[in-house]
């Protein structure tokens, strides 16, 4: 068995109670929380306010249809920076600069030798994509390296939570699978 991280935070079960209900659904109101819970409505907002002052909460985001919004091709991208960009900027440069990248809906740093960043991007159409990327490989050779890109429609994702894991995660009793989909 493993010994808790001390670091993290104990949490009370109310308080792993109100997080689970807000990790379920966001938007979730404190009065129908107490309800739920048979507790005051300013308990619960305590209990929010605990979690976000904790930073256990940095905050609420939708979960967005990206065909909805036009945006039909995504594309997980390995790059590596060139050593001119690591002499240039810090590494808090460089993660500032990715984050102002329209495109990037995630950002990754992989401390290791065949890539410095992984990237979900987002794009219009595989057009778009290919002409970024092209752009990428030839104006911006001299400070990044393209060495993976996994190209897809955004018809093909299958799943965007994080919710069964976060649960597992509150959840003491219920221990990670240690198992694939196709175990039993």
Known sequence: MM???VNLPKLTKNEQIVLKK???????PDLEIANKMKLSQQAIFKIRHKLENLGIIKGYMPII???KIGIGALV???IKFTSFIWEKYSEEQISERIQKIPQVITAYRIPESNISHLLVMGFRNIDDKDKYLMKLQSKYSKEVNVVHVYP??????IKTNHIGLLSTILNEKEAFS???FIDK
Do not use: M, T, Y
């Not at 807000?22 to 979730?28: L, R, S």
């Not at 897809?152 to 994702?157: A, E, L, Q, T, Y």
């Open 3 to 5: 010994k808790p991280d």
């Open 22 to 28: 807000i990790i379920e659904q966001a938007k979730i």
């Open 65 to 67: 249809d990206f065909k």
């Open 76 to 78: 997980v991208i390995g």
């Open 152 to 157: 897809f429609s955004v018809d093909r994702i």
């Open 178 to 180: 240690n198992n694939f």
